[in-house]
């Protein structure tokens, strides 16, 4: 280490031309010894000095060919650093021998495959609701927004549990929590493999019936709230625990668009009784309820 530093002045920007001056002075001592003792005892000849010159350039351009090709890994080795610094993958780097540049490669795959691994765990993290496990709002957004435009189609719901607040306040936090992620679990074992749920916040839920009508996300949507009242999450003041819905068309518009329709049936679900699901018409006519 203390070379390395002391040596710093030589190309202070550049390890590789660093090691060339440190080669290049290196294998020209011979031909410097030559010359001095050629000089001080008058027995230097022209042919024995070129003859020297030459193997000392030989010497030296396989010297330094060899010292590029090894500092190859280095600069490999440098460039997955500073990929994995900017946030990104890294494909796996070779493997190496037993010795410090193998090490090295080694190193830098396994930090490698660890950022990976942090970095998957953490967008997962950000993408999925603690509390309930399943999706939360922006994992939501953004696997829809992975699909193909062909898949993008179906049905948008978004549902709301009716007098949450009031579960809170009767029966404590905790007893609420565990109400939702109850509540996730039952919605999403009623939905197909390829649908997606996500809890969109606090007491509300949003779904994406894949290809599925109108008509086919209010039947799913039925079934669910018949089977909340014929084995309830919970009940309060002899009422099982119900939820109101409004659902709208997704034929691929923009997600703001329909997720704003499908909050509208909502707001109409809940201000005509709740414990209903509405679809939302688009037409400017009243709102057809489904349940």
């Known amino acids: 280490m203390r070379f390395y530093l002391a040596s710093s002045f030589l190309f202070p920007r550049s390890f590789r031309l660093r090691l060339f001056a440190i080669c290049f002075v290196a294998t020209h001592v011979p031909l410097l010894a030559y ?11 022209l042919a024995e000095f070129l003859l020297l010159l030459v193997a000392t350039v030989i010497g030296m351009t396989v010297a330094l060919f060899g010292i590029g090709a090894m500092l190859g890994p280095l600069h490999v080795a440098q460039g997955a650093l500073a990929t994995l610094e900017q946030g990104n993958a890294v ?7 037993e010795d410090v540049i193998g090490s090295l490669l080694g190193s830098v795959n396994r930090a490698a495959s660890a950022a990976e691994a942090r970095m998957r765990a953490l967008d997962l993290a950000s993408k999925e609701d603690m509390l309930t496990g399943v999706r939360n709002r922006r994992g939501f957004i953004a696997d829809i927004a992975d699909f193909l435009p062909e898949e993008r189609r179906g049905t948008i719901a978004l549902i709301d549990l009716d007098q949450f607040k009031a579960v809170n306040d009767r029966f404590g936090h905790d007893e609420g929590d565990r109400v939702l992620r109850d509540f996730a679990a039952r919605l999403s074992s009623e939905l197909r493999r390829g649908d997606l749920v996500a809890r969109w916040g606090g007491e509300e839920f949003a779904v994406l019936f894949r290809g599925a009508t109108e008509e086919e996300a209010g039947r799913v ?15 309060r003041d002899g009422q099982a625990l119900t939820f109101s819905a409004g659902i709208c068309r997704f034929g691929g518009e923009a997600l703001d668009d329909v ?15 709740r414990n209903r ?15």
Do not use: F
Request: net charge positive; glycine share 14%.
């Open 35 to 45: 010359v001095g003792w050629g000089a001080a005892t008058g027995r230097l000849t």
């Open 259 to 273: 997720l704003l329709c499908a909050d509208k049936a909502l707001y109409e679900a809940k201000e005509t009784g």
């Open 91 to 97: 494909a796996p780097l070779p493997e190496g021998g």
């Open 221 to 235: 949507l039925a079934r669910v709230g018949q089977r909340l009242i014929a084995t309830p999450v919970i009940v």
């Open 277 to 291: 699901i509405v679809r939302a018409n688009r037409s400017g006519q009243p709102a057809l309820p489904l349940g």
